[in-house]
């Protein structure tokens, strides 16, 4: 039943759509263009090196030509298609980005569809709230992985709700090569299987199927890394990640220092044991090697200080559901991160609420995202409260909520707005399903008044 419904609502659908490109060009031009303001940290300086590396001929390799595993190989791809078609232009690569991004607005009034019947204001309030989110339209136009994850997780997500499990395969595989955290999916996809009604036999059989579809896309990635290092593997981000975030700050605790200076010790501890082990084997450690020897040493610390860990992983988790997407913005605008140390806790809102910037429209923007975010948490904690009363939604909301806390979860070494994105459309569907409820229930109380 979800086509014969975009197709009645094709003209809403296209508005939407052409309402979600002029706030991203709108942002893009701007203030994202300017200065190179789309830049995202160090990551895009990498997946621009990858891109060209592509584009050239020259495989998935860094500047240097050797092999590149600390990135995935989807968005690389994707920029060094559109370097090929516009001459290497960033900013034709990030329009075109951009493009594709307003999809997803109209993908996610598909998804309310699907996860909830035929409720119809639910899903045009989602796209419209889509619309001007402030997360899709700021990462749609920077050199970032989010906006193209979301996209294929939205068709994963449609496809898998819808039953159709070979193309749910494909579009989770799809986007396990761009973003980092696909193959974690996994295991909540294989569970809502095996916990749906139906026979036995028909859930394996489905379970394989879409197990097949996965591996069929990220088959010649595994191949490629085991080939060139005899071992397979995604990619070796993990160990500089939890040794830089989660052992950093356990160190901090240990030794009574600075992050810096916790962070500074544990590489030059990493340098050290690679050494020791090059020595001991007589031969260079492959870049797997050396990210298993970073995360040896996680290992080492984080068991001395557990209880440290799971608190820090629950605030970086806090972090990522609270955090702002504008601090995005200011950080591209100032080139600076403001300081949070202060133990004020006004003094930390004011650092919100009246952050200090050059470009004076960043400031009420920040605003918008406050009352926005808020208004969405309320709507996911009534939501959340509601599935547990309310059997009829209990299904279709542990499915979103799943999803939901296991992307939350793969940010408990570092947390923040960015990594909340992909699942901000089962966020917003959830949120709204409530507030439409809300909204209802207050209108039918009225009703009788206009009798």
Partial sequence: MLWPYCLQEKRFLISIFFLS?????????????????????????????????????????????????????????????CYTLFNN???????????????????MF???????????????MVALVAAFHLGFVIYAGMLATESLFTLFFLLFLIFAFRRCIFCAGLM????????????????????????????????????????????????????????????IFFHTLPGLHF????????????????????RGDLLDEWKNKIQEQELLKRRVLS???????????????CKQRPFTVIKNCMCEMIKTVLGLYS??????????????????IWSKLKKYIFPRVNTWYLVPLTWFEIVYSF?????????????????????????????IFVLIGLTCAYGCARLRLPLEPLWVIVSMHWWVWIFTKILLAKRPLFR
């Fill in 243 to 262: 040794l830089q975030y989660t052992t950093a700050k356990v160190v901090m605790e240990l030794r009574d220092c600075s992050y810096v200076q916790a």
């Fill in 21 to 81: 490109l002029l706030m991203r060009l709108l942002l893009f031009a701007c203030f994202l263009s300017k200065d190179e303001r789309y830049l995202v940290y160090f990551d895009s300086a990498q997946y621009q090196t990858i891109a060209q590396s592509i584009a050239a001929g020259k495989g998935v390799t860094n500047s240097d030509g050797t092999p590149n595993f600390y990135r995935l190989p989807g968005y690389p791809a994707f920029l060094a298609g």
């Fill in 89 to 107: 232009s960033v900013n034709a690569a990030l329009i075109i980005q951009i493009i594709l991004s307003c999809l997803v607005p109209v993908l």
């Fill in 375 to 403: 208004f969405l948490l309320i709507g996911f904690v009534g939501f959340c409260i509601r599935a547990i009363i309310n059997r009829s939604i209990f299904y279709s909301a542990l499915q979103s909520l799943l999803f």
């Fill in 172 to 231: 989770l595989g799809i986007a396990s090569l761009i973003r980092p955290i696909g193959h974690f999916l996994l295991p909540v996809t294989l569970s809502i299987i095996f916990l749906s009604q139906g026979d036995m036999r028909m859930k394996i059989k489905s379970a394989s199927t879409f197990l097949l579809a996965w591996f069929l896309i990220v088959f010649w990635w595994l191949l490629r890394n085991w080939l060139l290092t005899g071992v």
């Fill in 110 to 124: 598909c998804l309310a569809l699907v996860l909830f019947g035929q409720q119809l204001l639910l899903a045009k």
């Fill in 287 to 301: 870049e797997p090697e050396r990210c298993a020897v970073a995360e040896k040493i996680t290992f080492f610390y």
């Fill in 327 to 344: 601090a995005q913005l200011i950080f591209a605008d100032t080139q600076e991160w403001t300081d949070y140390s202060t133990s004020n």
